[in-house]
Protein backbone atom coordinates (compact mmCIF):
# COMPACT_ATOMS: atom_id res chain seq x y z
CA UNK A 1 0.00 0.00 0.00
CA UNK A 2 1.40 3.45 -0.87
CA UNK A 3 1.68 5.13 2.41
CA UNK A 4 1.15 8.55 0.33
CA UNK A 5 -2.25 7.48 -0.48
CA UNK A 6 -3.20 5.68 3.06
CA UNK A 7 -2.45 8.75 5.13
CA UNK A 8 -2.70 12.71 4.62
CA UNK A 9 -0.01 14.87 4.08
CA UNK A 10 -0.41 16.36 7.94
CA UNK A 11 -0.05 12.92 9.54
CA UNK A 12 2.89 12.10 6.97
CA UNK A 13 4.25 15.49 8.09
CA UNK A 14 4.01 14.76 12.20
CA UNK A 15 5.33 11.44 11.38
CA UNK A 16 8.02 13.09 10.29
CA UNK A 17 8.31 15.32 12.97
CA UNK A 18 8.83 12.40 15.07
CA UNK A 19 12.38 11.32 13.48
CA UNK A 20 15.43 13.88 13.12
CA UNK A 21 16.47 17.10 10.84
CA UNK A 22 18.70 14.59 8.87
CA UNK A 23 15.94 11.94 8.11
CA UNK A 24 13.31 14.46 7.25
CA UNK A 25 16.10 15.95 4.66
CA UNK A 26 16.52 12.16 3.24
CA UNK A 27 12.68 11.54 3.72
CA UNK A 28 12.34 14.61 1.37
CA UNK A 29 13.86 13.01 -1.73
CA UNK A 30 11.57 9.95 -1.31
CA UNK A 31 8.48 11.54 -3.65
CA UNK A 32 6.81 14.80 -4.11
CA UNK A 33 4.58 14.09 -1.51
CA UNK A 34 7.22 13.48 1.16
CA UNK A 35 8.89 16.46 -0.07
CA UNK A 36 6.36 18.65 1.02
CA UNK A 37 5.88 17.17 3.98
CA UNK A 38 9.18 16.93 4.83
CA UNK A 39 9.92 20.53 4.54
CA UNK A 40 6.54 21.56 6.12
CA UNK A 41 6.59 23.90 8.92
CA UNK A 42 5.02 22.00 11.09
CA UNK A 43 7.37 18.85 10.96
CA UNK A 44 10.44 21.46 11.11
CA UNK A 45 8.72 23.59 14.31
CA UNK A 46 9.72 20.20 16.41
CA UNK A 47 12.73 20.15 15.52
CA UNK A 48 13.56 23.74 16.60
CA UNK A 49 13.54 24.45 20.38
CA UNK A 50 10.65 25.12 22.25
CA UNK A 51 11.59 28.30 23.59
CA UNK A 52 13.52 29.64 19.80
CA UNK A 53 10.67 32.22 19.38
CA UNK A 54 11.95 34.08 23.22
CA UNK A 55 15.35 33.04 22.11
CA UNK A 56 15.37 34.68 18.98
CA UNK A 57 13.38 37.80 20.25
CA UNK A 58 16.15 38.73 22.72
CA UNK A 59 18.30 39.42 19.43
CA UNK A 60 17.56 42.96 18.10
CA UNK A 61 19.01 42.66 14.79
CA UNK A 62 17.81 39.00 13.89
CA UNK A 63 14.29 39.11 15.49
CA UNK A 64 12.26 39.64 12.10
CA UNK A 65 13.67 35.68 11.44
CA UNK A 66 10.93 34.04 13.37
CA UNK A 67 8.67 35.54 9.89
CA UNK A 68 10.86 35.77 7.57
CA UNK A 69 12.03 32.24 7.15
CA UNK A 70 9.89 29.20 7.00
CA UNK A 71 10.64 26.46 9.64
CA UNK A 72 13.60 24.49 8.01
CA UNK A 73 15.03 27.88 6.17
CA UNK A 74 14.94 28.83 10.21
CA UNK A 75 16.60 25.74 11.57
CA UNK A 76 19.49 25.90 9.35
CA UNK A 77 20.21 29.74 9.36
CA UNK A 78 20.50 29.41 13.13
CA UNK A 79 23.22 26.18 12.35
CA UNK A 80 25.14 27.93 10.28
CA UNK A 81 24.29 31.74 11.37
CA UNK A 82 25.01 32.25 15.56
CA UNK A 83 22.74 34.88 16.72
CA UNK A 84 23.89 37.63 19.20
CA UNK A 85 21.62 37.94 22.37
CA UNK A 86 21.65 38.88 25.47
CA UNK A 87 22.95 42.83 24.49
CA UNK A 88 25.67 41.60 22.47
CA UNK A 89 27.16 39.62 25.45
CA UNK A 90 26.43 35.93 24.31
CA UNK A 91 25.73 33.75 21.07
CA UNK A 92 23.01 31.31 20.32
CA UNK A 93 23.12 28.49 17.42
CA UNK A 94 22.05 25.25 16.55
CA UNK A 95 24.22 22.10 16.74
CA UNK A 96 23.11 20.84 13.24
CA UNK A 97 22.56 17.00 13.80
CA UNK A 98 20.34 17.12 16.65
CA UNK A 99 18.90 20.83 17.08
CA UNK A 100 20.56 21.20 20.28
CA UNK A 101 21.48 24.29 21.74
CA UNK A 102 25.17 25.73 21.31
CA UNK A 103 25.84 29.21 23.09
CA UNK A 104 29.48 30.76 23.27
CA UNK A 105 29.76 33.29 26.09
CA UNK A 106 31.23 36.82 24.34
CA UNK A 107 34.24 39.16 25.86
CA UNK A 108 31.87 41.67 27.32
CA UNK A 109 29.74 38.69 28.89
CA UNK A 110 33.09 37.06 30.77
CA UNK A 111 34.28 37.64 34.17
CA UNK A 112 37.78 39.07 33.68
CA UNK A 113 40.11 39.55 36.74
CA UNK A 114 41.76 42.86 36.40
CA UNK A 115 39.98 43.72 32.95
CA UNK A 116 39.51 47.25 34.86
CA UNK A 117 43.06 47.80 34.16
CA UNK A 118 44.02 48.54 30.51
CA UNK A 119 47.82 47.83 30.88
CA UNK A 120 46.50 44.30 31.60
CA UNK A 121 43.31 43.43 29.40
CA UNK A 122 42.29 45.28 26.52
CA UNK A 123 38.84 45.40 24.65
CA UNK A 124 39.48 45.76 20.76
CA UNK A 125 37.38 44.80 17.92
CA UNK A 126 38.41 41.89 15.38
CA UNK A 127 35.94 41.65 11.82
CA UNK A 128 36.76 37.56 11.92
CA UNK A 129 34.49 37.78 15.64
CA UNK A 130 31.01 37.42 15.75
CA UNK A 131 31.18 39.78 18.61
CA UNK A 132 31.41 43.35 18.49
CA UNK A 133 34.72 43.00 21.00
CA UNK A 134 37.23 40.74 21.95
CA UNK A 135 39.35 40.82 24.98
CA UNK A 136 43.17 40.55 24.15
CA UNK A 137 46.28 40.00 27.12
CA UNK A 138 48.18 43.63 27.13
CA UNK A 139 49.97 42.72 30.00
CA UNK A 140 49.53 40.17 32.53
CA UNK A 141 51.59 38.06 35.72
CA UNK A 142 48.45 35.71 36.39
CA UNK A 143 44.82 36.06 34.87
CA UNK A 144 41.25 34.34 35.98
CA UNK A 145 38.32 34.35 33.08
CA UNK A 146 35.07 32.66 33.95
CA UNK A 147 31.81 32.60 31.60
CA UNK A 148 28.52 31.50 33.83
CA UNK A 149 25.72 30.38 32.41
CA UNK A 150 22.58 28.87 33.69
CA UNK A 151 21.84 25.03 33.04
CA UNK A 152 18.38 25.88 32.51
CA UNK A 153 18.59 27.32 29.16
CA UNK A 154 20.70 24.37 27.79
CA UNK A 155 19.07 21.06 26.22
CA UNK A 156 18.27 18.56 28.46
CA UNK A 157 20.04 15.42 28.21
CA UNK A 158 22.74 16.63 26.58
CA UNK A 159 26.50 15.94 27.59
CA UNK A 160 28.20 19.61 26.40
CA UNK A 161 31.89 20.33 25.84
CA UNK A 162 33.35 23.82 26.93
CA UNK A 163 35.80 25.52 24.06
CA UNK A 164 37.83 28.54 24.92
CA UNK A 165 37.79 30.23 21.08
CA UNK A 166 40.94 32.11 20.77
CA UNK A 167 44.02 33.13 18.79
CA UNK A 168 47.55 35.19 19.31
CA UNK A 169 48.28 38.50 18.15
CA UNK A 170 51.34 38.35 16.23
CA UNK A 171 53.42 39.58 18.71
CA UNK A 172 52.76 37.66 22.18
CA UNK A 173 54.93 35.71 24.71
CA UNK A 174 54.51 33.72 28.20
CA UNK A 175 52.49 31.79 27.15
CA UNK A 176 54.98 29.11 25.51
CA UNK A 177 56.00 28.57 29.15
CA UNK A 178 53.38 28.10 30.89
CA UNK A 179 50.05 25.85 30.96
CA UNK A 180 46.93 27.64 32.48
CA UNK A 181 44.43 25.49 34.55
CA UNK A 182 40.69 25.02 33.21
CA UNK A 183 37.30 23.73 35.42
CA UNK A 184 34.11 23.14 34.21
CA UNK A 185 31.68 22.97 37.36
CA UNK A 186 28.77 23.74 38.83
CA UNK A 187 29.08 27.44 41.05
CA UNK A 188 29.21 26.07 45.15
CA UNK A 189 30.80 23.06 44.22
CA UNK A 190 34.16 22.04 43.91
CA UNK A 191 33.93 18.74 41.80
CA UNK A 192 35.34 20.07 38.51
CA UNK A 193 38.21 18.42 36.54
CA UNK A 194 41.21 20.57 36.70
CA UNK A 195 43.07 19.77 33.31
CA UNK A 196 46.52 21.76 32.33
CA UNK A 197 46.53 23.16 29.30
CA UNK A 198 49.06 24.53 26.77
CA UNK A 199 47.58 27.29 24.79
CA UNK A 200 51.19 27.68 22.40
CA UNK A 201 52.53 24.61 23.39
CA UNK A 202 56.52 24.45 21.63
CA UNK A 203 57.40 22.33 18.98
CA UNK A 204 57.80 19.18 20.87
CA UNK A 205 54.68 19.17 23.14
CA UNK A 206 51.19 17.65 21.81
CA UNK A 207 48.73 20.39 20.43
CA UNK A 208 45.53 20.30 21.76
CA UNK A 209 44.26 23.12 20.01
CA UNK A 210 42.30 22.77 17.04
CA UNK A 211 41.46 25.18 14.23
CA UNK A 212 37.98 25.88 14.11
CA UNK A 213 38.08 27.44 10.29
CA UNK A 214 37.01 30.90 11.41
CA UNK A 215 40.25 32.20 11.72
CA UNK A 216 39.98 31.14 15.63
CA UNK A 217 41.61 28.26 17.30
CA UNK A 218 39.37 26.49 20.20
CA UNK A 219 40.41 24.16 22.83
CA UNK A 220 38.63 21.98 25.18
CA UNK A 221 38.36 22.82 28.60
CA UNK A 222 35.96 20.08 30.37
CA UNK A 223 33.00 18.87 30.02
CA UNK A 224 29.61 18.67 31.59
CA UNK A 225 26.14 16.21 31.38
CA UNK A 226 22.72 18.42 31.37
CA UNK A 227 20.49 16.27 32.90
CA UNK A 228 17.32 18.52 33.80
CA UNK A 229 18.90 21.75 33.66
CA UNK A 230 18.21 22.78 37.66
CA UNK A 231 22.27 22.42 38.76
CA UNK A 232 22.23 26.10 38.86
CA UNK A 233 25.17 28.09 37.48
CA UNK A 234 27.31 26.09 35.45
CA UNK A 235 31.45 28.11 35.49
CA UNK A 236 33.67 27.46 32.95
CA UNK A 237 37.29 28.94 34.42
CA UNK A 238 41.17 29.44 33.52
CA UNK A 239 43.37 30.37 36.18
CA UNK A 240 47.18 30.98 35.75
CA UNK A 241 48.11 32.72 39.34
CA UNK A 242 52.10 31.32 39.53
CA UNK A 243 53.73 32.68 36.23
CA UNK A 244 57.09 34.70 37.17
CA UNK A 245 57.08 35.46 33.44
CA UNK A 246 54.55 38.43 32.04
CA UNK A 247 51.80 37.13 29.81
CA UNK A 248 51.01 38.87 26.31
CA UNK A 249 49.31 38.69 23.05
CA UNK A 250 46.05 36.35 23.47
CA UNK A 251 43.07 37.14 22.06
CA UNK A 252 39.83 35.90 23.20
CA UNK A 253 36.58 35.91 21.19
CA UNK A 254 34.98 33.66 23.77
CA UNK A 255 33.79 30.75 25.21
CA UNK A 256 31.67 28.33 23.66
CA UNK A 257 29.31 25.40 24.98
CA UNK A 258 28.29 22.99 22.30
CA UNK A 259 26.66 19.21 22.41
CA UNK A 260 29.66 16.95 22.18
CA UNK A 261 29.30 13.89 19.51
CA UNK A 262 28.00 10.62 20.75
Not at 70 to 95: Q, R, V, W
Not at 187 to 193: E, K, P
Amino acid sequence: MDITIALPAECISSIISLTTPRDACRLSVVSRVFRSAADSDSAWENFLPSDYKQIISNSVSDSSLITSLSKKDLYFHLCHNPIIINNGTMSFALEPESGKKCYMVGARGLSIAGADEPYTWILTSLPESRFPEVAKVNSVWWFNVKAMIETKILSLRTNYGAYLVFKFAVSTSGFERRPVISRVYIAGSDNGLRRSLSLDPSRNMARLSQDRGDGWMEIEMGEFFNENGGDGMLVCSLLEFDSYIAMRGLIIQGIELRPKSD
